[in-house]
């Protein structure tokens, strides 16, 4: 029932900012207990946790990437944003949004289909 779509420019310029949205249907962005999160991989390299938005609207990122990531929501449009800034080619990725859910013990339900981000000039 629950489905996620990711969107946004596939193609980003070295030193500019990544901006995808993932748009969600069948469930609201502010029901608990979810946690709207993004997830990427590398080419040839494993899943790698970015952050999420609580469905009370905190936002947590991974350390590494703190100072440059922003994730915010638009509750009216039921959409998380992912911004990443300051974008090098080692930011090249398939981008996913998932939901976690903590009344299924914190598991990552739900997934969008990804959405590959190349990072080049």
């Known amino acids: 029932q629950v489905q996620l779509q990711e969107s946004g420019s596939g193609l980003v310029k070295p030193s500019q900012t990544l901006s995808l949205i993932c748009t969600v249907s069948?469930?609201?962005?502010?029901?608990?207990?979810?946690?709207w999160t993004w997830i990427r991989q590398p080419p040839g390299k494993g899943l790698e946790w970015i952050g999420y938005?609580?469905?009370?609207?905190?936002?947590y990122y991974s350390p590494p990437l703190k100072s440059r990531t922003s994730i915010s929501r638009d509750t009216s449009k039921n959409q998380i944003t992912l911004q990443l800034s300051s974008v090098t080619p080692e930011d090249t990725a398939l981008y996913f949004c998932?939901?976690?859910?903590?009344?299924?013990?914190?598991?990552?339900?739900?997934w969008g289909q990804g959405t590959q981000v190349i990072v080049s000039s």
């Open positions: 998932a939901r976690m859910n903590e009344d299924a013990g914190f598991a990552y339900d739900y």
């Open positions: 069948g469930g609201s962005i502010t029901a608990r207990y979810y946690y």
């Open positions: 938005i609580s469905y009370s609207g905190k936002s």
